[in-house]
């Protein structure tokens, strides 16, 4: 079992596209993070939120505690945003999701 | 990278002989993990530490053992590796001061064969 669901697991975008990566939990937290990898990479965490909705950038994050749904935003996509996506929550212990590959193709 | 490095990055090692990972850091932050990463399953906890001397087991402990003899390092030891220990191992620290924020390592990726 998974306490951590995320979707799509593979994605593939046009360079401008708008990008929705939605993740899903099934414990109570204290927070979450969105983290992102890029190939052979470290681990950077983008945004860490247990409310509302966080921007950098081009990068937007929701949360929406009562749902226990997070969504992640790319928009006008690059290819340089081509990478793994990956949320994470903090409950009693840190629990990831699988990831999502995100392609953006020129 | 925030001030946490993991050594060495690379390693391949045969197996049934030991290995140490060293994840050191610079910020006296007091909790520390080690996890493992492998396709299809994420990030796994391995052991984590809590303080000097205090640690305790993750999900897929079994195989690993745990030293913090140092608030600046944590170390990851394979008394004796088997090709299941092929992985991507990831430290990271929790950020005391600024709430629940990690700051992961770049990783070792270690393979036995």
């Known amino acids: 079992k998974n306490e951590v669901e995320q979707s799509p697991q593979n994605l593939t975008a046009q360079e401008g596209e708008f990008i929705t990566i939605n993740c899903s939990y099934s414990?109570?937290?204290?927070?979450l993070h969105w983290l992102q990898q890029h190939p052979g990479g470290g681990i950077v965490s983008l945004f860490m939120?247990?409310?509302g909705k966080k921007k950098h950038g081009r990068l937007i994050a929701t949360i929406n505690i009562q749902e226990k749904h997070s969504s992640l935003h790319i928009t006008a996509s690059h290819p340089r945003d081509s990478a793994v996506y990956i949320c994470?929550?903090?409950?009693?212990?840190?629990?990831f999701g699988t990831g999502t590959s995100l392609t953006v193709i020129p | 990278d925030a001030g946490i490095t993991q050594s060495p990055r690379h390693k391949v090692t045969e197996t049934g002989t030991p290995v140490t990972l060293r994840c050191h850091q610079t910020e006296n932050h007091r909790y520390m993990y080690w996890y493992r990463q492998d396709p299809g399953h994420g990030l796994r906890l391995i052991h984590y530490s809590y303080g000097v001397k205090d640690t305790d087991k993750g999900e897929v402990s079994d195989g690993y053992s745990v030293s913090r003899s140092k608030t600046e390092d944590f170390l990851l030891t394979l008394e004796s590796a088997t090709s299941s220990q092929t992985s991507v191992y990831f430290c990271?620290?929790?950020?005391?001061?600024?709430?629940?924020?990690?700051?992961f390592g770049s990783g070792t990726r270690l393979t036995v064969v």
């Open positions: 994470a929550v903090i409950s009693n212990q840190f629990y």
């Open positions: 939120l247990s409310s």
């Open positions: 990271a620290i929790r950020h005391s001061v600024l709430g629940y924020g990690y700051t």
């Open positions: 414990v109570g937290i204290s927070a």
